[in-house]
Each structure stands twice: as structure tokens, then as C-alpha cells.
């Protein structure tokens, strides 16, 4: 999950608050207080949509030229090998 919030994601998206909740649960073992710090997380992404689907391929991924790395979606992830992706400068 720390591969859309952190810096030099894809899509530049940088939100502090969600960098330090990503932070803090990796120390939380009550079940509780984890959940509800993923759901401030989820919140965070539905706010700020950072990355937006246009519509869904199993095989078909729409990126922009600024974004390198092997692409090789399948029938259950787009984002499959995500952590080889890179922007460019």
C-alpha cells in the first residue's frame, strides 16, 4: 500500500497524513485501533483520488510516457508488478 502514498509514487501524489498513519501501523497490534486507520487511509484515497481507473481490460493498461517499468496486467491485478513502475524526468 506505502507504493501510492509514498514520495515518487506514480501519479506525484503526496499526502502527509496518510505517509504517518502507513508509519504507525506497522507498531499497532489492536485490531480496532488498525482498522480504523486503514479506513482513514481509504478515506484519504476516495477524497483525493489519486489514481483514477478509466475503465477495466485484464490485459490493457493507459499510462502516460512519463511512466516506464514493465506492464504486464493480468486477470486479477492491472497493477501487477507496480513496484517495477518509474517516472521518468
Known amino acids: 500500500m ?7 509514487n506514480q501519479a ?13 501501523v506497522y ?3 489492536d485490531i480496532k485501533t488498525l482498522k ?5 487511509l481509504q ?3 476516495q477524497d483525493d483520488r489519486p ?19 514493465t506492464f504486464t496486467p493480468n486477470w486479477y491485478s492491472f497493477f501487477y508488478n507496480i513496484e517495477t513502475w518509474y517516472r521518468k524526468n
Open 43 to 45: 478515506k484519504f484515497y
Open 2 to 8: 506505502n507504493r501510492y502514498f509514498e514520495e515518487g
Open 27 to 29: 507498531s499497532i497490534s
Open 51 to 69: 489514481y483514477i481507473g478509466l475503465y477495466f481490460n485484464k490485459k490493457t493498461v493507459i499510462y502516460t510516457r512519463s511512466v516506464a517499468g
Open 12 to 24: 506525484d501524489y503526496i499526502n502527509s497524513d496518510a505517509i504517518k498513519i502507513l508509519n504507525e
Open 36 to 40: 480504523e486507520k486503514y479506513q482513514t
